[in-house]
């Protein structure tokens, strides 16, 4: 930031107290006053080289102090529509076509050869010598045609109730995985949504427990060894997307010149923010984002790190693209995720969406995002389940 920059920064900080108390008069609710004060600061940071010194700038940042209430209040109006529309009218006499085009979409997804042993079985009765006559197959074989039928048509009647961008992507990511959330007797709604709403209430209830928890399966020691391979971080822009209670945000702040700390669960950021205030982290800015949905400016920052985030995300893919964009060129993604894995009863505990990716997909995702693999690394967590990370370079 050259002189004239912190010139205006620092009036920009001299009106905190009056931004603050103007988005708390307007909430009514000191927390999300603050969420907004952060956002309002980031805004103008972003715009720190286009900003005149000699103009008003407390008008400047009431002004997009004042869009952000707006913004606020209008997304918190469409939020509760939206609730309401999907949870809770729910029309019982609809059940009956429910269920019929869940049927006629997993039919059609049969080959026509497994859809015809399906329906001379299910529809007509036929029983496995009359199959093996009809079809001229020995019992056995109609047994495995039969079988693998029946397999695909379950999976296509539950993959009926997923979001359509997952009926579209059914080929590319592990859909299986999804297929764990439906219940169909009571699915209303985006099940990916309900799902993702119930990893946040997760992650309030063990907010205090979350750093012993994260240490089952990335200890500190991998940490170090990620920040010794990335080497100097003194003037860098670091993103930490998902930070939780803040493990890597605080740790990158101590060596970094600014950090921005992404995370969307409010009790996590009260954690983090306590962290903060604590350590004194001046150059720690925490900021309230859904990192489904990134708000950052393209080539703004020189590393990323995603921990423990990629298996929560519903597109991954995407996500890795959109986050090569934030980075400037020569920048690094910081990947630490699960590899692929069976523990269901783990992944249902923390409500995760995927039972992780093997390290080449993401590879390859990384790739189509115009990423290099530079560095990379696979242990064993305490849970059993492998975990590794990756740093790529853009």
């Known amino acids: ?232 971080l003194e003037n860098k822009i670091i993103l930490d997307a998902g930070s939780g209670a803040g493990m890597i945000a605080v740790k990158a702040a101590l060596r970094a010149k600014r950090v921005f700390a992404a995370e969307i669960n409010p009790s996590m950021i009260r954690q983090l923010r306590m962290l903060k205030e604590k350590l004194v982290l001046r150059n720690l800015i925490i900021i309230r984002n859904d990192i489904r949905r990134f708000c950052f400016k393209p080539q703004s920052a020189d590393a990323v790190f995603a921990t423990l985030v990629l298996h929560h995300l519903p597109r991954p893919e995407i996500w890795l693209k959109e986050t090569a964009a934030v980075l400037k060129k020569g920048g690094r993604l910081v990947i630490v995720d699960f590899d692929r894995h069976g523990n269901k009863q783990l992944a249902d505990m923390m409500h995760d969406l995927w039972l992780g990716f093997p390290p080449d997909l993401v590879k390859r995702w990384a790739n189509q995002a115009q990423l290099e693999l530079v560095d990379s690394r696979t242990w064993n967590s305490e849970e059993g389940i492998p975990v590794y990370y990756q740093i790529y370079e853009k």
């Open 1 to 232: 930031m050259n002189k004239e920059a912190e010139k205006i920064w620092q009036k920009l900080r001299s009106y905190e107290s009056e931004v603050f108390g103007f988005l708390k008069r307007s909430l009514g609710d000191g927390e999300t006053a603050r969420d907004l004060f952060q956002e309002v600061y980031l805004k103008a940071l972003e715009n720190i080289d286009r900003l005149d010194a000699d103009r008003s700038l407390k008008n400047w940042l009431l002004t997009v102090a004042r869009n952000r209430v707006i913004n606020y209040y209008r997304d918190k109006s469409r939020r509760q529509f939206e609730s309401i529309n999907e949870n809770h009218i729910v029309d019982a006499g609809h059940d009956d076509e429910i269920e019929e085009g869940a049927v006629q979409f997993a039919l059609k997804a049969l080959p026509e050869r497994q859809k015809r042993i399906f329906l001379k079985r299910e529809l007509d009765g036929l029983n496995y010598n009359e199959l093996s006559s009809e079809f001229g197959l020995t019992p056995a074989a109609v047994n495995s045609l039969l079988n693998r039928a029946r397999s695909n048509f379950k999976k296509h009647y539950q993959l009926y109730f997923l979001p359509d961008w997952v009926k579209k992507n059914s080929g590319k990511l592990p859909v299986e995985d999804l297929l764990r959330f439906i219940h169909v007797s009571s699915v209303h709604g985006d099940v990916v949504r309900q799902a993702h709403e119930k990893s946040q209430r997760f992650f309030s209830d063990i907010r205090h427990e979350w750093d012993k928890l994260r240490e089952r399966f990335f200890p500190e020691e991998r940490l170090r060894e990620i920040f010794n391979r990335l080497g100097s």
